[in-house]
């Protein structure tokens, strides 16, 4: 079992829409998380980290479920500009960080 | 502004032939790491650094060193490159921990 997993997609959504990607990992004992944006060929570029009780930023919010080990990104009225590719990370202490291969999101016109 | 920069963007080697990429960040960030992505595998921390003379091994070190003289710069060596080292390389640097800045990527093909 992979110790970070995605959904990989793509997700092919309308303008508008709200979208959702969960991240599950396996290690109970992660200690933080967080969600990145990649747009093709680019670098990575944090979007928000994942807090116990939740976050907000924008259209944009992030969950932890500790029990069922995963993270959960919604997106709110998308836009053209969201599509990329979008990357969970966990934290397994000691400065090792496992990203997730991705989930890409296509916003559609 | 804010910037981690590695060099070189882009290099085509061969075999055995040692080769250094650079990072360098002008945030005083105490935390720099080196990350290969691969199709399909997603990135995968080779190398990080919680400070001067401080560096750890991530999960794929073999084949590759670093080194942290000085807190701005955090190199990539790759002694005996060799085919399977062609990957699409990132430096990042942070304040913390978690990778808050990132390169803009070095795309090594190694022949």
């Known amino acids: 079992r992979k110790e970070v997993e995605q959904d990989p997609g793509p997700f092919n959504v309308p303008e508008g829409a709200t979208v959702a990607f969960n991240c599950t990992y396996s290690n109970s004992a992660s200690q933080s998380f967080f969600w990145y944006r990649q747009d093709c060929r680019k670098e990575p570029k944090l979007l928000m980290s994942v807090y116990s009780s939740g976050n907000e930023d924008g259209r944009f919010t992030a969950q932890l479920n500790r029990a069922s080990q995963y993270i959960s990104l919604l997106i709110r009225d998308s836009k053209l500009s969201d599509s990329a590719t979008y990357l969970c990370?966990?934290?397994?202490?000691?400065?090792?960080?496992?990203f997730g291969t991705g989930t890409r999101l296509k916003v559609l016109a | 502004e804010a910037q981690v920069t590695q060099n070189p963007r882009y290099l085509i080697t061969v075999t055995g032939k040692k080769l250094t990429v650079t990072c360098s960040q002008n945030m005083n960030h105490e935390y720099m790491s080196w990350y290969r992505q691969d199709p399909g595998l997603g990135l995968r921390q080779i190398y990080y650094?919680?400070?001067?003379?401080?560096?750890d091994k991530g999960d794929v070190p073999e084949g590759y060193k670093v080194s942290r003289k000085e807190k701005r710069n955090f190199p990539l060596i790759l002694e005996s490159p060799s085919p399977n080292q062609t990957s699409l390389y990132f430096c990042?640097?942070?304040?913390?921990?978690?990778?808050?800045?990132f390169g803009d990527g070095t795309r090594l093909s190694i022949l």
């Open positions: 990370v966990v934290n397994e202490g000691t400065y090792k960080y496992i």
């Open positions: 650094s919680m400070n001067v003379e401080v560096t």
């Open positions: 990042a640097s942070s304040p913390f921990g978690e990778p808050q800045h």
